[in-house]
């Protein structure tokens, strides 16, 4: 997982790796990632829902998770999942 902009403050790196399990999913990822970085997955995460904060975007092998199936997107074993500001329109 690459961590990109203030983010790698919260993550405390800019790179996490991190096995990919069969059937695992963003969510499930976000997880597993959550024990070894709670202030990052705390940020990308609105508290009250679950769902990720808009202020945040996730891809999967450069693509938006929002055009695939969210946090339940699927993984494979080398995918690349980036977590990034979103980009704000102007």
């Known amino acids: 997982m690459l961590i990109q902009g203030d983010l790698q403050k919260k993550a405390g790196t800019k790179k996490i790796r991190t096995p990919i ?21 705390e940020t990308i995460l609105d508290p009250r829902t679950g769902d990720l904060n808009e202020d945040f975007e996730v891809l ?5 998770i929002q055009q695939l199936s969210g946090l339940h997107t699927r993984l494979k074993d080398e995918d690349e999942v980036t977590i990034t500001p979103a980009e704000t329109e102007e």
């Open 60 to 64: 999967l092998n450069g693509r938006s």
């Open 21 to 41: 399990e069969d059937q695992e999913t963003i969510d499930t990822l976000l997880i597993k990632i959550s024990r070894r970085a709670p202030k990052l997955v």
